[in-house]
């Protein structure tokens, strides 16, 4: 899943990993924020370090995917290439753009992140001061001002089982 900040990318993640625990699915979430306290502290947001930082959530998403763990990823990954290379290393992909408008993100903020980067404290928010290029043509879109969670949640089960996944 792919969105600005506050987009509602773990949100939803976190609804569907509910979801497939009750089928008794293996599932992973691989949150953008908690892996890279862990996976890539090293980092910085530079565009050089989000893409290390995404090639290594691919990488994980990758070895669990082969492992027959269902992989929920919410990362923002600002930028097409970034993404289509995730897809073509992974195989086993599906592409769900969580679409919220800035202003809805900036009302939601729940981390306070917009706040600190309209107060100039931070320089580099994707969506803000750095760019984000939305999906041209993702299997799926979630309109979240339109939808529930749930609802939400409806939609990416219904597009895995589309595409064969379920």
């Known amino acids: 899943m792919t969105g600005l900040p506050a987009s509602g990318k773990t949100t939803i993640a976190l609804e569907l990993e509910q979801r497939f625990k009750a089928m ?3 599932v992973e979430v691989l949150d953008g924020d908690e892996v890279r306290k862990g996976l890539s502290s090293d980092l910085g947001f530079s565009k050089e370090d989000r893409q290390q930082h995404a090639k290594r959530v ?3 998403a990758k070895v669990l995917t082969r492992n027959d763990v269902i ?3 919410g990362l923002i990954s600002p930028f097409r290439a970034f993404r289509q290379a995730a897809r073509e290393e992974i195989g086993d992909f599906l592409e769900v753009f969580v679409d919220t408008s800035l202003d809805e993100c900036i009302s939601r903020d729940p981390k306070g992140l ?3 980067a309209l107060d100039g404290k931070i320089k580099d928010l994707t969506g803000l001061q750095d760019p984000y290029e939305a999906p041209e043509d993702p299997e799926l879109v979630i309109p979240t001002e339109d939808v529930t969670v749930e609802q939400a949640a409806d939609m990416v089960m219904d597009t895995l089982r589309d595409h064969g996944y379920l």
């Open 24 to 26: 008794g699915r293996n």
């Open 58 to 60: 691919t990488f994980v």
């Open 71 to 73: 992989v929920l990823v």
């Open 114 to 116: 917009y706040k600190l």
